[in-house]
C-alpha cells in the first residue's frame, strides 16, 4: 500500500492520479501537526510520498510529527519531496527545512527516498507583478527550473520501481534540462526583469504586510540563484523516466 500526501495539490495530485491504487491523503484527511490522526491514516502503508508541507513557521516541526506518525503506523518507507541543494546553511531559507527533515527521516531507519527539485517552471509566471515585470537580487545567476509534470513521474516511478532507496541511489536531483538566466525567463514570458539589491527586494515586498519568515523566503529565493545555487542541471529526470525532462516553455 502506498500513501500519498498533499494529493489535492499540484505534484500530489498528479502522483494519486497515476496510482489509482494509492491511499490519498489530503490536509482534510490528516494535518502534518496531528501526530495521531496522521498515524491512524496511514495504518496499513508499506510506503509513504511525503509532499512538503505549506510554508509556515513551524514547518519542520510539522515534519516531524508526519514523520513520526509513519514511524508509528509501521510505514517501512518514505519518498520524501526535498529541495535541491538542501543544506543546514543554504541560501534559500526554506531549503534549510528540507535538510532538517531530510536528516530527522534518516535517523528513523526507515528505507528513504530524497526527490530534490528545483523551482517550479509553473511559477515562473507568477514572478511578474501586474506591470509585467519580475524583479529581485538574482542577479546573472540561473535556475534550472522543473515541471510539475516531470516531478511527479519521477515519484511514480521511484515509489513503484525497484532499487531507488538502496545505498547508492537514495537521492536525485529534479531540474529542467536547462539553465536560464531570469532575463532569458522573461524573455520567453514576454515580460521584463529588473535586477533588485537584497535591500530593494524587501522593501518592494513590505507591501504584503507578510510575516518576516516568508518575505525571508522569497527573497532568498532569488538570492540563491544569484549564488548559482540553483543552477546545476541534472539527467535524473531521465533516468527515472526515460525521456528527456521537459524544457520551459510557457503556454
Not at 491504487?21 to 496522521?38: C, F, I, N, W
Not at 519518498?79 to 538542501?86: N, P, T
Not at 530527522?104 to 509553473?122: A, C, K, M, V
Not at 516531478?151 to 534540462?177: E, F, K, S, W
Amino acid at each position: 500500500m502506498i500513501a500519498v500526501t498533499g494529493a489535492s495539490g499540484q505534484v500530489g495530485g498528479r502522483v494519486a492520479a497515476a496510482l489509482p491504487e494509492a491511499r490519498r491523503l489530503t490536509r482534510k484527511d490528516a494535518e502534518y501537526r496531528d501526530t495521531t490522526r496522521m498515524r491512524q491514516a496511514l495504518d496499513g502503508v508499506d510506503t509513504l510520498f511525503l509532499v512538503s508541507g505549506r510554508e509556515s513557521a513551524d514547518r519542520l516541526a510539522e515534519h516531524r510529527s508526519a514523520v513520526d506518525a509513519a514511524v508509528g503506523a509501521g510505514v517501512r518507507r518514505i519518498v520524501y519531496l526535498s529541495f535541491v541543494g538542501a543544506a543546514p546553511e543554504c541560501t534559500f531559507t526554506f531549503g534549510r527545512d528540507h535538510w532538517h527533515t531530510e536528516q530527522y527521516i534518516r535517523q528513523t531507519g526507515l528505507r528513504w527516498t530524497f526527490l530534490r527539485d528545483n523551482l517550479y517552471q509553473e511559477m515562473l509566471p507568477m514572478l511578474a507583478g501586474p506591470d509585467g515585470v519580475i524583479r529581485g537580487p538574482a542577479g546573472d545567476g540561473r535556475v534550472a527550473a522543473v515541471s510539475y509534470d516531470d516531478i511527479a513521474a519521477c515519484a511514480v516511478v521511484a515509489l513503484t520501481g525497484d532499487g531507488h532507496d538502496g545505498h547508492n541511489r537514495q537521492t536525485y536531483d529534479l531540474t529542467g534540462p536547462e539553465a536560464l538566466t531570469l532575463h532569458e525567463v522573461a524573455a520567453r514570458l514576454g515580460v521584463r526583469y529588473v535586477p533588485e539589491t537584497v535591500e530593494e527586494a524587501y522593501a518592494s515586498r513590505a507591501h504584503y504586510g507578510a510575516p518576516a519568515f516568508e518575505v525571508a523566503g522569497w527573497v532568498s529565493s532569488y538570492e540563491a540563484i544569484a549564488a548559482g545555487e540553483l543552477a546545476a542541471v541534472s539527467d535524473d529526470v531521465a533516468r527515472l523516466t526515460g525521456r528527456p525532462a521537459k524544457p520551459f516553455s510557457p503556454r
